[in-house]
């Protein structure tokens, strides 16, 4: 479970974090939450899909990991071994919290930095014992290298959503979306029926009038649109490395 | 607008002007059909008129729906979170019958909208019959996993379920003043219906007895080609104008009385029932309604065997203390319904061409189906009509017969002692086909073959659920072929004891949904 504080050189002042833990908080999700800018980086491996909020039943991008639910088969020996991380997981520790009234008075900030302190990233040892950790404040109290290109996924993050935004808003204006329906069979014959993964309707995306093609192109979301499309090819490689973990689990 | 009536109707004479006289839910429902259907926002669809009075207040009858109702808002191009925030609308599940078969506390069953766990391939009734065990579960326990979502509270779906789609079947109930309006803002701004807010004061002939135009106060003639009547129980053109008799059926069915209330919640969290309970009185029973904010609440009851002093203690006890604060409104009831309802030009939807009483909520679902039949069968002369509503009348009067039997099933079966229930065990008071029915059903369960008409109202799996929640035993001595697969049975049984596992793990409570449906919405697939 996640406890996210908001994050301060005072109370965080030796704070000292372990980076390639992050990786970690990915290692039980069959479908990570993705934004647009980071579609092209995705679509190299996973499977680029929409799913329904639980709570609100709204759709979400995300990247697909798995099959089975928990299961994501880049999540090898502790480690990822995925070429591109997505940017829910390099974020981690971080969050962005809507700032309480008194931090928003009057000013532009509307959000602050929260961390998790249940991250596994938090060390214990000091940060001269491992070359690899982090501090995120430094001695004199001023964000650390390392904590400012976390800031800066973060921001990433936040205007990634607004794109997100833009395009499931063109999605639905124009009609664009489908359920995915997608029967497996795996090496060792289980079948297996997902459901609840929606995906683009080709067919008319390639009815679509001249206006609305343009809008969508102005708006950059031709692009992200396409990329979605051909990242379903990655399903393929995903029932591929599942056939291997089947096949390596009973050797 | 053409003000001048022509005296004589050509028989070529195309139907391309429709007039709805009156602007309740019978009213906007048939309009605004009729105008999706036949395009009455564009250039070559019919014209189709609405005339409603600003002073005759809507009388609101049915807060309760039929599952009809989503095929319905979706021929009309409604988006179903619209309907639901703007209507203070929630899902109905069907129906609880408490203390119908004889009163004790806990004497309850259901009349749930799922089908039967192998309906189609075996008559589960007579294997349910079979089961020897003293406690085993109630026929709608058995065999539908909704009525164990009912009795949990639970909704009929989540919120990443599309819109309109169920995963148990569902109906809704509504606010049916909110829903008139709902109805009239959409059927005015997206599918081209217009409005006339005036009084009708008289109706001008033509010289073949049909309707030319009806005279308003402020407006002058309102001419047509078809005439609509939804105005409701005063059935001002096809009962006054047309003098069409009325077939009162209060013989079969007794109610004449309605004692309507509005009920509040006691607070923000209390649970919503997803169906209706319907509680069974001295002198008739209580429907109980839950919609978003407030629950609608009333005694229908026969006059014959109760004061109306009676009625309101009764209702006063089912309500609880709060009642004194709450403005109990009194309905007569007529039952019964035109012998025809559709003569010359003019048809009647709604109140004007009936009304039985509130059990099973077939108000509205006739309103569909009439709204229906007018849309897609439109003739498109005025020589076909005749042929129109020979069907139409045919196929209602059908329709009207079914539920009456269909009604009289609930209260026939009853052991309840008092006079009214006894009475309604009469045979003089149960029309032959209903005794016809039961006659075939002491050896076997209703079945679909019992059914054949395409204008059937009420499915077989709704008569069994009656049948066998009211503790009818059919004798299965002479039948037993009809019990060789008891293996596939005992696999339909387990399989609906597994689905009320996962439902119950799977679906939100009614209000938990209700909110979410008002903060988020639903998606369209």
Redesign the interface.
Do not use: A, D, V
């Given at each position: 479970m996640e406890n996210l504080v908001e994050i301060n050189n005072e109370a965080h002042k030796n704070l000292v974090l372990n980076p390639a833990k992050a990786e970690a908080h990915g290692a039980n999700l069959r479908l990570i939450p993705a934004v647009v800018p980071e579609f092209t980086n995705l679509a190299v491996q996973y499977p680029i899909v929409l799913t329904?909020?639980?709570?609100?039943?709204?759709?979400t991008f995300a990247a697909m990991l798995g099959f089975d639910q928990e299961e994501n088969l880049f999540w090898e020996n502790n480690q990822w071994q995925g070429i591109y991380l997505p940017l829910q997981v390099q974020r981690q520790p971080f969050f962005l919290g809507k700032a309480s009234e008194r931090a928003s008075k009057g000013d532009a900030q509307d959000y602050v930095v929260c961390i998790d302190t249940n991250s596994p990233m938090i060390s214990k040892q000091s940060v001269e014992s491992d070359p690899q950790l982090q501090k995120v404040y430094t001695d004199s109290g001023a964000e650390s290298e390392y904590f400012q290109q976390s800031k800066q996924c973060l921001s990433h993050l936040l205007q990634g959503e607004l794109d997100n935004a833009k395009l499931l808003d063109l999605l639905?204006q124009f009609d664009l979306?489908?359920?995915l329906s997608l029967e497996v069979t795996f090496v060792n014959e289980q079948r297996m029926r997902l459901n609840?993964l929606?995906t683009i309707n080709q067919d008319k995306l390639a009815a679509l009038t001249n206006e609305h093609v343009i809008t969508l192109h102005k708006s950059a979301l031709l692009q992200p649109i396409y990329t979605m499309i051909a990242s379903l090819g990655q399903v393929y490689a995903l029932i591929e490395r599942k056939n291997e973990k089947i096949t390596s689990a009973k050797e | 607008m053409n003000n001048s009536t022509n005296n004589s109707a050509d028989v070529n004479n195309p139907v391309k002007k429709v007039v709805v006289v009156g602007g309740g839910i019978a009213g906007w429902l048939t309009a605004g059909r009729l105008a999706a259907h036949h395009k009455a926002n564009t250039e070559t669809g019919i014209e189709v008129v609405l005339v409603e009075s600003p002073t005759v207040p809507a009388i609101g009858v049915g807060e309760g729906t039929w599952p009809t109702m989503r095929s319905t808002l979706i021929a009309l191009g409604i988006s179903e979170t619209d309907f639901i925030r703007e209507c203070d609308a929630s899902f109905k599940q069907g129906a609880k019958f408490a203390k119908w078969v004889d009163g004790a506390p806990e004497d309850f069953y259901y009349h749930p909208l799922v089908l039967p766990q192998g309906f189609s391939k075996a008559d589960m009734a007579g294997y349910w019959l079979a089961q020897q065990n003293q406690n085993k579960d109630s026929f709608s326990q058995a065999v539908c996993f909704q009525e164990a979502v009912c009795e949990q509270g639970l909704a009929p779906k989540?919120?990443?379920?599309p819109e309109f789609d169920a995963i148990a079947n569902y109906a809704y109930h509504l606010d049916s003043g909110k829903f008139a309006v709902f109805l009239q803002k959409h059927c005015t701004e997206k599918l081209g219906v217009q409005h006339v807010l005036d009084d009708v004061v008289g109706i001008q002939s033509l010289e073949n007895g049909d309707i030319g135009a009806v005279a308003t106060k402020e407006n002058g003639n309102l001419s047509g080609d078809l005439f609509v009547d939804c105005t409701g129980f005063s059935s001002l053109l096809l009962g006054k104008h047309f003098k069409v008799p009325f077939k009162s059926c209060s013989d079969v069915l007794f109610i004449d009385t309605a004692l309507a209330v509005q009920v509040p919640y006691e607070d923000e969290n209390t649970p919503i029932a997803s169906h209706t309970i319907s509680t069974g009185q001295e002198a008739g029973w209580i429907w109980d309604i839950g919609l978003q904010h407030r629950r609608g609440v009333g005694y229908v009851y026969s006059s014959k065997y109760s004061s109306e002093e009676q009625a309101r203690a009764v209702l006063a006890k089912y309500v609880g203390p709060k009642i004194d604060s709450l403005n109990i409104r009194k309905i007569p009831i007529k039952s019964g319904h035109r012998e025809k309802f559709w003569t010359n030009n003019c048809v009647a939807v709604g109140l004007s061409a009936g009304f039985l009483e509130p059990l099973e909520a077939s108000a509205l679902v006739l309103v569909e189906l009439s709204a229906q039949m007018i849309c897609e069968q439109l003739p498109a002369t005025r020589d076909a009509m005749d042929i129109v509503a020979k069907r139409f009348n045919e196929t209602f009067l059908y329709r009207w017969d079914k539920i009456i039997d269909f009604l009289k099933l609930h209260y026939m079966l009853s052991k309840r002692t008092e006079d009214f229930w006894a009475d309604n065990r009469d045979p003089k008071s149960i029309p032959d086909s209903l005794l016809e029915l039961m006659k075939l059903w002491e050896h076997r369960a209703p079945a679909d073959f019992d059914f054949t008409s395409n204008n059937e109202v009420f499915p077989a799996a709704s008569y069994q659920y009656v049948l066998y929640g009211m503790g009818f035993e059919s004798d299965y001595t002479q039948s037993q072929y009809l019990l060789n697969n008891r293996s596939f049975a005992d696999q339909q049984f387990a399989k609906n004891k597994e689905m009320i596992k996962k439902a119950n793990a799977a679906l939100p409570s009614n209000r938990e949904l209700l909110d979410?449906i008002r903060?988020?919405?639903?998606?369209?697939?």
């Open positions: 329904k909020n639980e709570e609100t039943g709204e759709f639905k979306l489908q359920p609840g929606y | 989540t919120i990443r379920t979410k903060q988020y919405g639903f998606s369209s697939m």
